[in-house]
């Protein structure tokens, strides 16, 4: 039974630390990724804690 676990918690581990890569990168080429529209959203939001209530 033990085996099991630590067979399913390691491959839980691998695939969950590949997820999390993954989507970092996306994350990183999305707001990086040239354009427009994106660059304006990127900049208000960096922006929201200067703004005054």
């Not at 989507?23 to 990183?28: E, G, K, M, Y």
Request: aromatic share 14%.
């Amino acid at each position: 039974m033990s085996e099991t676990y630590e067979t399913v918690a390691g491959i839980a581990q691998t695939w969950g630390l590949v997820l999390f890569v993954v989507a970092f990168a996306l994350v990183v080429a999305y707001a990086f990724w040239p354009g427009k529209k994106r660059k304006k959203e990127i900049e208000d939001a960096a922006n929201i804690p200067l703004k005054e209530d």
